[in-house]
């Protein structure tokens, strides 16, 4: 298990030293420019509705609307806002970061507040901290941990959060496949080309588009009526956790074998199999990134639970019919009455 410990990167309040001036100034008499505060963010979100979170022209993503909130809030239109994972189409978050740079400085909580009540209901900022200016959420982070849940069998609830898979999947041999994907390989045959980012300069994009990827964790761990996949990576691929999922379930329902994965792995040429074997988006959570000097919960997130949605019902229901029947005690008898 990858578990580092780390100390928070921001500071607990607005300390002057944490927050630089872009600009000085000038021995010509030139104004200065402006302070520049800057925060982390942290982010929640169902991606259901969105084109994924990175911002586009003429569609709707969840940068976008983080955007225009936190403009209409701050009053700063040239603000500067960027996340640590660009999350596909339909993919959601646990705990995506932001790190945002403005010229007006705001209590984090009245912040929070403020755009959270400016946001779309399926949209929330869970945490505003002040942070250095050089702090970047995408090149600072050091791992990033995805979710991916699977129902095991039909469900009334959380359709847009699961992949149903009616196949009857053996778990053991998902566990065999995932562990010859453990580790720094070359992803080539479970990725897809994506959009340019003109955002990051050449050596930026070469290093986050490097097919080489380290995978420190890919767990499968059941829950009742539920399979849970965890992949924690130094970066990831256009699509890649979602082919990795589909050919995990395609070994489980025995359409694919361990070896046919450790060969598509050691080719690290596109595989056409493989990337017909997509997952879907629904099924997706960006669950967390870490940065040096913080503690990462060995434990993933119980999605369903968050959502307050009821994934144990059923095994609450199969406990309680394979426990004896108790028998009530009899009633005392009422004074007066026999």
Same mark, same amino acid.
């Given at each position: ?5 780390? #100390? ?9 030293? /944490?927050?630089?001036?872009? /600009?000085?100034?000038? !021995?010509?008499?030139?104004? =200065?420019?402006?302070?520049? $505060? =800057? ?8 991606? /259901?509705? $969105?084109?994924?979170? @990175? ?31 660009? *999350? ?7 705990? @995506? ?48 941990? $995805? ?10 609830? =959380?359709? !847009? $959060?699961?992949?149903? #898979? ?12 995932? &562990? ?36 420190? &964790?890919? *767990? ?13 990576? /130094? ?9 990795? %999922? ?11 074998? #361990? &070896? ?7 080719? =690290? @040429?596109?595989? &056409? ?22 503690? %990462? ?19 609450? %229901? ?6 004896? !029947? ?13």
């Amino acid at each position: 298990m990858h578990v580092t410990m780390h #100390v928070r990167r921001g500071c607990d309040c607005l300390a002057p030293e /944490s927050q630089e001036m872009m /600009s000085r100034p000038e !021995k010509n008499g030139k104004v =200065a420019q402006p302070s520049r $505060y =800057a925060y982390r963010l942290t982010i929640e979100y169902d991606g /259901s509705r $969105y084109a994924g979170w @990175q911002e586009q022209r003429q569609v709707r993503t969840v940068a976008g609307e983080l955007r225009r909130a936190l403009s209409e809030v701050l009053g700063d239109p040239a603000l500067d806002l960027g996340g640590a994972g660009r *999350t596909d189409a339909g993919v959601h978050a646990l705990g @995506q970061v932001a790190h945002l740079r403005t010229v007006t400085r705001l209590d984090p909580d009245e912040l929070r507040h403020r755009v959270n009540d400016a946001l779309p209901s399926d949209i929330c900022v869970l945490d505003v901290a002040p942070a250095p200016l050089s702090f970047h959420a995408r090149h600072d982070a050091i791992a990033r941990y $995805y979710l991916y849940q699977i129902a095991l069998r039909r469900m009334a609830f =959380a359709k !847009k $959060y699961i992949w149903w #898979v009616r196949d009857r999947l053996d778990v053991e041999k998902m566990r065999a496949a995932a &562990e010859v994907l453990r580790g720094f390989h070359d992803f080539t045959a479970f990725s897809q080309k994506g959009p340019v980012d003109h955002s990051l300069t050449r050596d930026e994009r070469a290093r986050t588009e490097s097919k080489l990827v380290d995978v420190h &964790e890919l *767990t499968v761990n059941l829950r009742p009526g539920m399979m849970v996949v965890r992949i924690g990576a /130094s970066h990831f691929l256009w699509r890649m956790v979602r082919r990795i %999922v589909g050919a995990l379930v395609a070994v489980g329902a025995g359409k694919l074998t #361990v &070896e046919d994965i450790r060969l598509a792995l050691r080719r =690290a @040429q596109p595989n &056409e199999t493989i990337a017909q074997l997509t997952a879907p988006a629904s099924g997706l959570f960006l669950e967390k990134v870490e940065y040096p000097r913080e503690l %990462v919960d060995p434990q993933p997130v119980d999605v369903l639970a968050r959502l307050g949605l009821p994934a144990e019902r059923e095994a609450m %229901v199969q406990k309680y019919r394979s426990e004896p !029947k108790r028998r009530s005690p009899p009633r005392p008898a009422r004074p007066g009455r026999p």
